[in-house]
């Protein structure tokens, strides 16, 4: 009975994890496209954020995939399985990316974020070893947990590397908004704006990665007390530690949300979304470890494989880095020859790619069977013919 439980509590977390994924891909999509709606207006017409009803739309939908996701999910799945189910949003991002951003999308896109999916997949199945419990999670127990000197040194290198690059990320991001502060700063005045920027966007989702990691550790912790104060009618509210989880949880589900925005502003989603959910399901999963005490659990060879898998996920968010400072050197290249601006070796936009190549194909043996019974007019053939004929010349 337990058993059909277990596996009940599982199906369901997996559903609701997965309609998360839905609502958070379409969440940060729309908030790319009123970016980039509002960034082709003239600059008196632009509005704030704030000022926009899309930008709401996404954000508010972000926001809910998260509660669902932390919140609900929580109940059901152990807090390294909430992190990849997550990432499944990635595959939603490419569709959501298309269809609502017309975002391209290469092959290296898709290649860089195979490469994080699977490293992802890689170190959770490696990092999924234990079988620790934490149901009987109460204060006492968070108490012994977090003030043990690893789990206080390890996240206090961890928060001080976060905030440090968060400052950087500002600091950037105050240069690519202000051209003529840019230009008086001698460290910042001799990059290219466009890298710049590229750069800026790329370290704001790594931070926001980073935070998120800690949020979804501390939700669980904070949902684990919530649930004990009702089902016991009894509040686990009544010490300094509890308050700081409560606020610290706070503070980086803003800081995330205020992160990813940040780098959609400069960044297209199909690089800044990988980067994001890369380090959030990693870093999760290495939270949680150290915090439940349970690196002496696993052997070495384990602790080497997920260092590999690490490593792999950084690999794959150069990829993604790659195909971006490609396109736009590519798209910066002048052909002195000619007088115009000429894109070589311009990566391919996978969806018109795979359409020039289903148009090649001969048109339907179904459409000849329905020709010869008499259900389609021969000028109807003939004219599919000469179209397939003039789309493979071309192409």
Known sequence: MAGIQATINFAIGVLVSIGASVMDAAGINLLKLDHVTNSEKPIENQRNDCGRPLWHAGLYLYILSQVVGSTIALNFLKPQWVAPLGSVSLIFNFVFARILVKTKITKQDLWGTLVIVISVIWVVGFGGLTQENDDDLDLEKLKALMLRPLFVIYFSILNVITFILFGCGMLGYLMVSNPEMKKNNNFFKGIETSRLQKWVGMTMASVGGLLASQTILL?????????????????????????????????????????????????????????????????????????????????????????????????????????????????????????????????????????????????????????????????????????????????
């Open 219 to 395: 939700a669980k912790s904070g949902v684990k007390l919530l649930a004990i104060s009702i089902s016991e009618q009894h509040s686990q509210f009544k010490d300094k530690l509890s308050w700081f989880i409560l606020l610290f949880l706070m503070l980086t589900a803003v800081f995330q949300v205020y992160c990813l925005n940040t780098a959609l502003k400069l960044l297209d989603s199909v690089l800044a979304v990988p980067m994001f959910y890369g380090f959030y399901t990693t870093l999760s999963l290495v939270n949680t470890m150290i915090y439940l005490d349970e690196l002496s659990e696993y052997p070495a060879w384990a602790l080497l494989l997920i260092a590999i898998g690490i490593a792999a996920l950084v690999y794959g968010v150069l990829l993604l880095s790659e195909a971006k400072e490609d396109e736009d050197e590519n798209e910066s290249d002048i052909d002195d020859i000619k007088g115009h601006k000429k894109k070589k070796h311009e990566p391919e936009d996978v969806f018109v790619s795979f359409d020039k190549w289903l148009s090649t194909l001969r048109w339907p043996s179904i459409l000849k069977k329905r020709f010869r019974s008499g259900k389609v007019d021969k000028s109807e053939v003939q004219m599919e013919d000469s179209r397939i004929k003039s789309t493979a010349f071309h192409s």
